[in-house]
């Protein structure tokens, strides 16, 4: 079965950065598949930030982060990373990773799996 797990987050201050991983097991060999990266900040419904398909490697991001935070991943390990630079404190939520099972897509509905998620906490 697939498992994720989340890392990375912590507490920084406003235009710093941190690097988030997402460690798979379990994944497909060979096949395509979304990773995509969703947060939720109190208060807020959980909203997408970016995604990376594993074959096509086509990476997606929302509006409010691009040009900030940079996605990618290493299908050997298993791995997907996601760059945040210069934070700002609306960044701050819990980041969570999850598993489409076919490619990415904007809707947290269509992932089947999901890391326990990191926390991401950015101060002015």
């Known amino acids: 079965e697939v498992q994720l797990q989340a890392s990375g987050g912590g507490l920084v201050q406003a235009g710093g950065s941190l690097r988030l991983s997402c460690q798979g097991s379990?994944?497909?060999?060979?096949?395509?598949?979304?990773i995509g990266w969703f947060r939720q900040a109190p208060g807020k419904d959980r909203e997408g930030v970016s995604c990376?398909?594993?074959?096509?490697?086509?990476?997606y991001y929302a509006d409010s982060v691009k040009g900030r935070f940079t996605i990618s991943s290493d299908n050997a390990k298993n791995m997907v990373y996601l760059q945040l630079n210069n934070l700002k404190p609306d960044d701050t939520a819990v980041y969570y990773c999850g598993y489409e099972t076919h490619f990415c897509s904007w809707s947290l509905l269509s992932y089947e799996y999901w890391g326990q998620g990191t926390q991401v906490t950015v101060s002015s």
């Open positions: 990376i398909n594993s074959i096509d490697g086509s990476t």
């Open positions: 379990g994944l497909p060999f060979d096949e395509q598949y979304g």
